[in-house]
């Protein structure tokens, strides 16, 4: 049994996801912590397959749908959630989307998309539980970014600018919010593959711990920072990286 300060029984938990990989491990940890949760997924197959496995686990899941082509209908569908939920405790923001392309080839409408998909995103998610956290005075937001948002690879300029930009929300939004016992983080991976494939000489060079990032090393940390226990700190972001980030 999880320490009560741990424990999220009867906290209402909103996931807006691009329905990745970390998705599932994410929205299990939550579940396995006690909270109720609704998932806003791209209405797709391997989304669906998601709620599946979760349901299957004896989880209650709702699921609403959204459409990535309408990246500010992303507030509405958040809302939907909230509303079918009848409270919002926490939000949970899994919405990174990778994307590479040297800069001299990269066009506006693809710099604009990327910047849409990976920081609009969460700027319209936010919005969706706003009114209610600060109604309540009280929630938890946690966005789950990148590590490129505080460090560079060469032809991902507008995935680093993006990311960089969600990182600067997620301390944006912690001062503004802090009075209203709104804390605000994000949790930033570096690589993480569930995959058992060996890591490759080019990646380990990087990497002090000298392996890939499981999905699962990131459960315990979103449900520390959606609980009672994350009560004094806010606008952080914490690395999930290997220890990559203390190297650079």
Request: proline share 5%; with cysteine.
């Amino acid at each position: 049994m999880l320490p009560e300060p741990f424990n999220l029984e009867g906290r209402k938990a909103v996931m807006a996801s691009r329905g990745g990989k970390l998705t599932r491990a994410l929205a299990s940890a939550l579940l396995e912590a006690g909270a109720s949760l609704a998932l806003v997924l791209p209405s797709s197959k391997s989304s669906d397959g998601i709620v599946e496995s979760l349901k299957g686990q004896g989880a209650d899941v709702i699921c609403v749908p959204w459409d990535p082509k309408d990246v500010p209908g992303l507030r509405g569908s958040v809302e939907e959630a909230v509303s079918r939920l009848e409270q919002v405790d926490i939000l949970v923001n899994d919405l990174s989307t990778k994307f590479a392309r040297p800069f001299k080839d990269m066009t506006g409408e693809e710099w604009h998309r990327v910047i849409q998909l990976n920081l609009d995103s969460v700027f319209y998610a936010c919005k969706g539980v706003a009114p209610h956290m600060l109604a309540r005075h009280g929630g938890r937001i946690v966005n789950v970014a990148s590590a490129l948002g505080a460090r560079v690879v060469v032809n991902e300029s507008a995935y680093c600018t993006a990311m960089g930009g969600v990182l600067q929300l997620t301390r944006a939004l912690g001062l503004e919010w802090a009075r209203d016992n709104i804390r605000v983080n994000a949790i930033a991976p570096g690589w993480i593959s569930d995959s058992p494939d060996e890591l490759p000489d080019s990646i380990r060079r990087y990497i002090p711990m000298q392996r890939w990032g499981r999905p699962e090393d990131l459960g315990g940390l979103l449900v520390y920072l959606a609980s009672e226990s994350c009560s004094f700190t806010t606008g952080e972001t914490i690395f999930v990286d290997g220890g990559v980030m203390i190297r650079t």
